[in-house]
């Protein structure tokens, strides 16, 4: 019976020493970091080398879709020439929507393993800055359940120039 009166005493003297000490809540966005910082430019870039040709290629083919259907939609076919323009913008459909749907794909596939690093590195900026700034929480802008930010609880900016300070240290 001591113990369990010791116990609840110690509680109630943590529970109050919590209770009187400084929250200091914030909140910040991940994409907007990952987007606006140094880090997140160089992904861009990646991306953009590597899949600007095939998406070209894709949008001239989505075009060229377009002109025939134009072309169907104005009578300019009739009977059999009509039919076989309608099978083949069928079938050139097909196809272009499921090229499109590998394409996006294979830009998400790359995009998640390119920004597995910087997401890592954010989170250690993250958390150094927060221990050094005193914060309690830090919640991300697109938690569900966050339905009011009040003005200068943001800290995005600040993390976006840590980690760019961390680039730029060659980390």
Known sequence: MKKICLFAVCFVFLL??????????????TKEVVQKS???KDVRDKL???????????KKEREDLEK????????????????DKVTELRRRG????????VYQKAIQAEQNELGKPVLKKLE??????????GYTIVFDKQTPGLAFIA?????????VKELDKLQKAGK
Do not use: P
Request: charged share 25%.
């Open 94 to 101: 097909r196809d272009w929507n499921e090229d499109f749907s």
């Open 124 to 133: 250690k900026i993250l958390m150094d800055y927060c221990t050094a700034h």
């Open 68 to 83: 025939l259907k134009m072309q169907i939609d104005s009578n300019a076919f009739e009977g059999k020439v009509l039919q």
């Open 151 to 159: 003005d200068g609880l943001d800290i995005t900016d600040q993390l």
């Open 48 to 58: 953009d080398a590597k899949f600007t040709a095939r998406g070209n290629q894709l």
């Open 38 to 40: 140094a880090y997140g």
């Open 16 to 29: 109050q020493a919590a209770a009187y000490a400084e929250t200091k809540i914030a909140v910040f966005s």
